[in-house]
């Protein structure tokens, strides 16, 4: 399988139900907005550079939702929960849905399990 193909199941665990997910970079996303309320913040303290601080907030906005249109997408295993980052997002293959996801309970961290093991 080329890494460029769409996934039509998951590798790991061969379940056919997947759902995509935005690939947003999370933390530049999060430098936006901490950097944007502290700048609004500063000149928003003097009446004199008050407007800058809304055009600050307002273009560190602009900059968010540029971010967020412009991420790609991943395929996520709703059994295993296993992340693909590398393949063409599907388009069979919808957002996360909870109806879906109900019949494939999260798996259990390893300490969990090991405890439910009477070995
Ligand atoms: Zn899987």
């Not at 901490?34 to 273009?59: D, K, Q």
């Not at 540029?66 to 296993?82: D, E, H, P």
């Not at 992340?83 to 957002?95: I, L, T, V």
């Amino acid at each position: 399988m080329s890494v460029e193909q769409q996934l039509e199941k998951c590798p790991k665990c061969g379940c056919e139900e997947l759902f995509v997910r935005r690939d947003l970079p999370r933390l530049l996303v999060l430098a936006i907005v901490v950097g944007a309320v502290i700048s609004f913040l500063t000149l928003c303290s003097n009446p004199a550079t008050r407007v800058a601080g809304m055009w600050v907030l307002a273009g560190s906005a602009l900059l968010v939702l540029i971010v967020y249109l412009t991420a790609g997408w991943y395929t996520v295993c709703y059994r295993c929960r296993a992340e693909f980052h590398d393949h063409a997002a599907n388009r069979m293959h919808r957002s996360y849905d909870r109806i879906i996801a109900r019949k494939y309970p999260p798996p259990l961290p390893a300490k969990e399990s090991k405890f439910n093991n009477p070995l």
